[in-house]
Nanobody, 120 residues
Framework: QVQLVESGGGLVQAGGSLRLSCAAS????????MAWFRQAPGKEREFVST????????DYADSAKGRFTISRDNTKNTVYLQMNILKPEDTAVYSC?????????????WGQGTQVTVSS
């Protein structure tokens, strides 16, 4: 059983940056692909980014390409999401997820999420 805890959310002005972290425990971190999803009020949860177990491959939603960077440190059991040039439409609860394969869906473990609010 893997436990995931996100941190780093907050309130930021449009154009600003935030770095989210997701700390994992209870499993072998390097055996899981990791991903970030987000859910805005009144909307369905949507894929943001994923990274393979080794960190060698990544994938991004179109909304994140060029602005967000996913990375991981397997020695610290942590995955990160660096978010730059934030827009009000990025406002959402951001959650990390762990699963066997890096994909845009089908993850086994989820964190509780961290709120990101971007003011205009």
């Amino acid at each position: 059983q893997v436990q995931l805890v996100e941190s780093g959310g907050g309130l930021v002005q449009a154009g600003g940056s935030l770095r989210l972290s997701c700390a994992a425990s209870g499993g072998t971190f390097s055996s899981y692909a990791m991903a970030w999803f987000r859910q805005a009020p009144g909307k369905e949860r949507e894929f943001v980014s994923t990274i393979t177990r080794s960190g060698s491959l990544t994938d991004y939603a179109d909304s994140a390409k060029g602005r967000f960077t996913i990375s991981r440190d397997n020695t610290k059991n942590t995955v990160y999401l660096q978010m730059n040039i934030l827009k009000p439409e990025d406002t959402a609860v951001y959650s990390c997820a762990a699963g066997p394969i890096a994909s845009r869906r089908n993850y086994d473990y989820w964190g509780q999420g961290t709120q990101v609010t971007v003011s205009s």
